[in-house]
């Protein structure tokens, strides 16, 4: 009797799961699966966002202290010997832009965004153009070339996320002046513009907006405005 007890209690003790407690297994190792497969895919959602979002900004720091480098290493001296402003409204050459005026600005050193067809060269006259499909463009031609004022000046695309420009005015005769902000700027009784003191770029990407704004350097009289 005592041997028949062991024998029965080791088969007992053998016995496997019932097909219930299988299927439970089965549930919640899946419910287990699922659960951690959502939170991979949500963090990496979540890391794919912010890294868009981190590489936008840099784009617009980057793009914002190009132009405000390139406006303090621009020639003092124009092309008719004027000193009023480095920065300044011209005509650029060829049919296409014959009618714009555009903020215009020159360099002596050709900088690294522009791609020459042969080697780089100095004397580099550079305008902004905004187009409001495709961003802001960078209009350049060296004044060394014999084409200079005939040919369409070369088009390389800055930034495809500006989508607008606002120009910043000021009476710097009047202590109490405050900024004035357009959208477009200011035309003269001649139909000249006038030069602002600063310009913004607004920058969008998915929904995100960032402005920057970039002080035109001039001479003047009296205490800068900063």
Known sequence: MKGL????GAVRSKRGFTLLEIMFA????AAILVAAT????????????????????????GVSRFFEQSFQKSSWKLSDGEVESVVYWSNRGGREYENEELLTFELEKSPG???????????????????EDDGLYLLWRSRLEEDFGEEEPRKTLVSPFVKGMN????????????WEVEEDPIKEPDGTFTLPQRIEIVFEYEGQEEKRQIPLPALFDGVPIF
Request: net charge negative.
């Open 5 to 8: 007890r062991k024998s029965r």
């Open 26 to 29: 089965v549930f919640m190792g």
């Open 38 to 61: 959502t939170f991979v895919f949500s963090l990496g959602e979540l890391w794919g966002k912010g890294a868009n979002v981190w590489l936008f900004q840099k784009h617009v720091r």
């Open 113 to 131: 965004v522009l791609v020459w067809p042969e080697d780089p060269l100095p004397y580099v006259v550079c305008s902004l153009e905004l187009d």
């Open 167 to 178: 120009y910043f005015y000021i009476d710097t005769e009047d202590e109490n002046a405050e």
